[in-house]
């Protein structure tokens, strides 16, 4: 039987860090499958890749996977709208990423 386990980002603040991930397993064991718990990727130009990438650290780091957080919020950096139904080809990577 697997134990699941979210850690929250330190501070709030979003980390992107395939190495926090490796820290996170060697300390809780491998009997811990590690999920992230909330995540997402704002409205930028950038924004298809960095989806890809997102799916592309959850499997090279072999975490059990991610919760996307679709929340639309209107406060700053990290309180955009996040949400994916609005930008279809953020919408089509992100549902080729989670296939794969």
Do not use: C, N
């Not at 134990?3 to 603040?13: H, K, T």
């Amino acid at each position: 039987m697997a134990v699941w386990r979210g850690a929250p980002a330190p501070g709030g603040v979003p980390t992107q860090s395939p190495a926090r991930a490796r820290q996170l397993k060697a300390q809780l064991g491998a009997a811990v499958r590690l999920l992230i718990a909330e995540t997402a990727v704002g409205t930028t130009s950038h924004r298809e890749s960095q989806i890809d990438a997102l799916f592309a650290g959850v499997r090279k780091t072999r975490l059990g996977g991610a919760v996307w957080f679709d929340q639309a919020q209107h406060a700053g950096l990290y309180h955009q709208d996040w949400r994916l139904e609005d930008d279809p080809r953020a919408l089509a990577t992100f549902t080729v990423a989670v296939a794969t």
